[in-house]
């Protein structure tokens, strides 16, 4: 079992950053491929961005160049820096971590889920 526990987000004018962590507890492993989703109300949830086993980073293309994961080996944390925000980056987000494939990263197939993280950005 993984518990994941994230913290940061809020609120922030359309331009601004803010940034998210995910901290990993349990059966953790550096093999594991971790990730940030997020559903906003009303809509399906989606692939934010997602960080695979040997490093190599995965983005949606409504986000990338703008934000940025990273992880910490050493302490299991996830990380997610966003810049640039805009009203459509509000939404619930979630971390993710799961053994999968890097192919998979992506995917909404993680069996390990935090609770959510609040990200609203005014326009």
């Known amino acids: 079992q993984v518990q994941l526990a994230e913290r940061g987000g809020g609120s922030v004018q359309a331009g601004g950053s803010l940034n998210l962590s995910c901290t990993a507890s349990?059966?953790?492993?550096?093999?594991?491929?971790m990730g940030w989703f997020r559903q906003a109300p009303g809509k399906e949830r989606e692939a934010v961005a997602a960080?695979?086993?040997?490093?190599?980073?995965h983005y949606a293309d409504s986000v990338k160049d703008r934000f940025t994961i990273s992880r910490d080996g050493t302490n299991n944390t996830l990380y997610l820096q966003m810049s640039s925000l805009k009203p459509e980056d509000t939404a619930m987000y979630y971390c993710?971590?799961?053994?999968?494939?890097?192919?998979?990263?992506?995917?909404?197939?993680?069996?390990?889920w935090g609770q959510g993280a609040q990200v609203t950005v005014a326009s």
């Open positions: 349990g059966s953790t492993s550096s093999t594991y491929c």
């Open positions: 960080i695979d086993t040997d490093g190599t980073t």
């Open positions: 993710a971590a799961d053994l999968l494939s890097a192919a998979y990263c992506l995917n909404q197939i993680y069996n390990y």
